[in-house]
């Protein structure tokens, strides 16, 4: 089983992602047994047959999708994961950010994709609680290094709602 990050530790992940291959469509493709976080696709295209596996539900996001298509589902996922298809594509920051504040998302908000530890305390910032290395990158240099980069941040953010000034004066 493989490690993520999980609140500031390393966890075993109960998880599997499913992705489309090639030539599969959100109709065709074979639901998995088990924990499955699911593609939004496949979650719009097979909801009811998804939640009558009687397994938790998640689903994924990916760069592009609008959170605001799941926000109606909040109420019965138990994680939402967020693809971030490469190191420079930073709309996974936004969808965490909306998810949190707009949508008031509580649950497991978990990074897929490429996912390297220096972007970990700003994910972490923005709302995720949940880091799914790259494969073949050190969970436990991640772990001993990503998270306490700075010892202040001066902006408000999920993680920290007033700003450093506000925090000065209380």
Known sequence: ?????????AVEDRWQVLALNEGETP???????????????????????????????AVWLDSADDPAEIAADLGVLSLIAVNFPKFADGRGYS?????RS??????????IGDVL????????????DSFALKEGKNLEHALANAFDTWSES?????DQK???FRRRDA
């Open 1 to 9: 089983m493989t490690q993520i990050i999980q609140h500031r530790n």
């Open 27 to 57: 109709d065709s493709v074979a639901l998995p047994p088990g924990d499955v976080i699911f593609p939004l696709s496949v979650w719009k295209t097979r909801k009811a047959e998804i939640a009558d596996r009687g397994q938790a539900l």
């Open 95 to 99: 969808t965490a950010r909306l998810l």
């Open 102 to 111: 707009r949508y008031g998302w509580h649950g497991e908000l978990r990074a």
């Open 117 to 128: 530890h220096d972007q970990l305390f700003y994910m972490k910032r923005c709302g995720f």
């Open 154 to 158: 001066y902006q408000a953010a999920v």
């Open 162 to 164: 007033l700003p450093l």
